[in-house]
């Protein structure tokens, strides 16, 4: 190992997701373990561009490995998108001696990964972590499965009530653009129907049919999870832009009433899903990619994503592995399908 490395610094950045902290704990207990020094830059990217820096010593990460959220808390920076925020952020890394960085997050993390060090000489390592595990180069991405069980958990105390009244539930959770939480969900939870957004719904064909069906089979409660970017799709063309906040699962419920005389209660799970002390697979994944993110700067690569490949924590370039696209798991989809149209005839 050329450890040519002297001191790197550690940010989360986007939406936080459960599994955050047990990687920079990784990170700053392998950096210690080399004898790298570790800086943890706070607020993200906007962090870099004003100096709000924390130097971290292997005890300052002490008992975070069971925590949600991030310690060294996270932001959307607008500033870092322009090449004046760029700056301002290099001219932190040469005053502080910064060799190289390991951003925690998503895509758009990523992007500001390779924007900085196209532009400056400083290498940049990224993990990713967010709860709509939408990064196309890696199987997983920290936080979503502690996500997928805290969505169970508080759907299953839904069916009950919705059991009980014999009532059609609606409910909502995270995805804006990638429904891997829903479909995911709808196969834990038994949904009925599951809307994406990445196949526009027809409510005769995704949603009615599949409540009829149950009807006639006898059942009395029907469950719809609705991804929050879920969009309709009525004549071929996309008729719903809103997102978020239950507006997806509104217009669902409210279709349902309409069509099918049902009296539809709406449940939008909203930021639960993404706080919660992480699962043992978010902790363990988290770990091994920190751990690998130290590793790779210290063998000195740079622009490299940490990625879950087929079980094996690998690294691959990161302009490459932004550009692969995120798509659902056909596997799941097939599942689905047969889980939500099989009804005793
Ligand atoms: O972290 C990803 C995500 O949860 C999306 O599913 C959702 O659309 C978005 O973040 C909401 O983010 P925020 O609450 O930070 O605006």
């Known amino acids: 190992m050329t450890n040519k490395v002297k001191r790197i610094g550690v940010l989360t950045s986007g939406g936080d997701a459960p599994g955050m902290n047990a990687a920079v704990r990784a990170v700053v207990r392998t950096c210690v373990y080399l004898g790298i020094e570790v800086i943890g830059i706070r607020r993200g990217w906007n962090g870099l561009i004003n100096g709000d820096i924390m130097y971290m010593k292997g005890s300052d990460v002490a008992h975070i490995i069971n925590r949600g959220g991030t310690i060294l808390y996270t932001a959307r920076s607008d500033e870092f998108r322009t090449k004046e925020g760029r700056k301002k952020a290099y001219n932190t890394c040469k005053l502080l001696g910064l060799d190289g960085i390991v951003a925690i997050g998503g895509d758009g993390t990523f992007a500001g990964c390779l924007a900085f060090s196209s532009e400056y000489p400083i290498s940049v390592i990224g993990i990713p972590a967010t709860i709509d595990n939408d990064i196309g180069c890696s199987h997983y991405s920290l936080g979503y499965d502690t996500a997928a069980n ?3 958990e508080s759907i299953d105390k839904v069916r009950d009530t919705m059991q009980s009244h014999e009532r059609c539930s609606v409910i909502e959770v995270m995805g804006h653009r990638a429904g891997n939480l829903a479909q995911y969900v709808g196969i834990a939870t038994g949904a009925t129907a599951v809307l994406v957004p990445e196949n526009p719904w027809n409510f005769d064909e995704d949603i009615a049919e599949k409540i009829r069906a149950a009807r006639f089979a006898g059942r009395t409660h029907f469950m719809v999870i609705v991804a929050e970017g879920a969009k309709r799709n009525s004549d071929g063309s996309l008729d719903n832009e809103v997102v978020g906040n239950g507006g997806a699962a509104q217009q669902v419920a409210e279709m349902i009433q309409e069509e099918l005389g049902l009296d539809p209660r709406v449940t939008v799970l909203g930021h639960i899903q993404r706080g919660g002390s992480p ?25 490299r994503v940490i990625v879950q490949w087929e079980g094996k924590t690998m690294d691959v370039d990161m302009a490459e592995g932004l550009k692969m696209k995120n798509v659902l798991s056909e596997e799941e989809i097939n599942v689905l399908k047969a889980m939500t149209g099989s009804y005793d005839r």
């Not at 990619?289 to 063998?299: I, N, P, R, S, T």
Request: charged fraction near 20%; aromatic fraction near 4%.
């Open 150 to 152: 805290t969505a169970i």
């Open 279 to 303: 699962t043992a697979r978010d902790r363990v994944t988290a770990t091994r990619m920190g751990y690998a993110a130290v590793m790779a700067l210290a063998q000195g690569k740079t622009n």
